[in-house]
């Protein structure tokens, strides 16, 4: 409506969804161990991010808010695995940097391109799911991450709060030191921690393929 100037009665819109037999599978003992060792994710200290890596999913902030986390609870030896292609050519160099300003190349880990089976099994290793992104057209991951079972804890920038309802706990990203104390209250109060999963798996169920494809469905066939 903005930017090409179109009214609102000729604006529909159809949501994004989430594989629900793939992200909902259990998993064996040995798979688990199987995907740590392959993807070098042996200690389950870890906060996780899935996604590109465009300047957009402002991803250093994410670095940012892992050293206040660090140095507020250093017993906790806390770690950001950040899942996607480091080789695509979207990638932002102030990833890198950031990383080295605080020397925390031995605790952000990038597992690089994840297969589509393993990647649910990641979700389940982490401890909380971040997701500091300025802009985005839906946020899939967020609704992935809780079908897994992984609470959430999201920028309050854009559409993640139409997504994630009250299923998420929202920060502003240039807020380091609330963005990370959100975090630790989400894996260290269980009671929080079990609320955002159960909420997590109800919202999920909004957002299905079946559903994407029926709206969409319906719009063709309103169509005058």
């Known amino acids: 409506m903005k930017f090409y100037h179109v009214p609102a009665k000729k604006i529909d819109h159809t ?80 990833i890198d940097k950031t990383i080295k300003k605080y020397a925390l190349q031995q605790n952000v ?13 990641i979700y389940k290793l982490a401890r909380c799911f971040v997701f500091a992104s300025l802009y985005e057209g839906f946020g899939i991951p967020i609704i992935e991450a809780m079908v897994t079972g992984l609470p959430v804890v999201s920028s309050n920038k854009s559409c993640m709060p139409e997504v ?13 030191a609330d963005f990370a104390e959100k975090i630790h209250k989400v894996i260290a109060d269980e009671n929080i921690r079990g609320d955002l999963i159960q909420k997590g798996i109800a919202r999920a169920k909004f957002f299905t393929w079946q559903k994407t494809a029926e709206k969409t469905l319906e719009i063709y066939k309103n169509l005058k």
């Open 164 to 176: 994630g309802g009250d299923a998420a706990i929202y920060a502003d990203p240039a807020n380091y």
């Open 15 to 94: 949501y994004n969804g989430a594989d629900f037999k793939k992200f909902n599978k259990e998993f064996s003992s040995e798979e688990f161990e199987k995907i740590k060792l392959r993807y070098g994710l042996r200690d389950s200290r870890f906060m996780l991010y899935v996604g590109t890596m465009q300047p957009r999913k402002n991803i250093p902030a994410l670095i940012e808010i892992l050293k206040v986390y660090r140095d507020k609870y250093p017993g906790e030896n806390m770690k950001l695995v950040i899942v996607g292609n480091r080789k695509a050519r979207n990638f932002d160099k102030e």
């Open 109 to 121: 880990i990038f597992p690089g391109w994840v297969e589509d089976a393993d990647l649910p099994v």
